[in-house]
């Protein structure tokens, strides 16, 4: 009885070993499977922080680089702009120099006209003198264009009424500023007898035009009429370059 006590007892002594045994082991099992799991949950939160890293070196390079296309685009269209400027100031400063030598030449024509105005006048005046005032044909009738068929006819018939050479002429010059009155007032051409069309009349005003005509009608000789015309020309030229249009009229 005894014998069989004590084997009973070693039988579950060696049991409550085994027991704890397997529990320790069960514990030291369970601990190092925490550490791995939490071991991966670090590199997983590492490789994520690598990623946002990353990403936002990706946007902060696309951003510089948008920001430097940008600069190179405002870059080129300033200097763009300003060789437009500066294009449109040097076309601006060409033609307002050769505004500029137009109008010297201009006043240069003027002033050697009004100088010997009156003595061209009174000779203009002279050769139509010998023509018999009935006889003069609408053509040959200073302004006409601008004239009706009845004030043709009266003009004739008043010149004809005129007794004295000093008449006549006063009679032709209140003509002559009546028609240059009625021209300006309708923006309308004088062209006086046996003139024709203007070489770049379309690049000039009615005004400068009728200036024109009247400086030639009152030039005495050919070669004086051909130096006029010649550098008429060459300042129409002028004009026309820098307007960038072509001179269609000739004279």
Known sequence: MRHTLSISIILASMLALTFITVDAQQGQGGGSGDRDQQMDRDYDRDMDRDRDYDRDMDQDRDYDRDMDQDRDYDRDMDQDRDYDRDMVQDKDRDYDRDMDQDRDRDQLMTHDGDQDQDRDRIQDRDRLHVTDPASLRDEDIYGSALMSEDELNQYRNQLMNK??????????????????????????????????????????????????REQLRHMDSDAEREKFQARHREQMNVRAKALELDIEEAE
């Not at 051409?189 to 000039?204: F, H, N, R, S, T």
């Open 163 to 212: 007794e004295t050479v000093q008449a006549r002429e006063q009679y032709q010059a209140q003509h002559e500023e009546m028609m240059q009155e009625r021209a300006q007032k309708q923006g309308k051409d004088l062209v006086p007898p046996g003139q024709g069309a203007i070489y770049g009349g379309e690049l000039m005003t009615v005004q400068e035009r009728n200036q024109y």
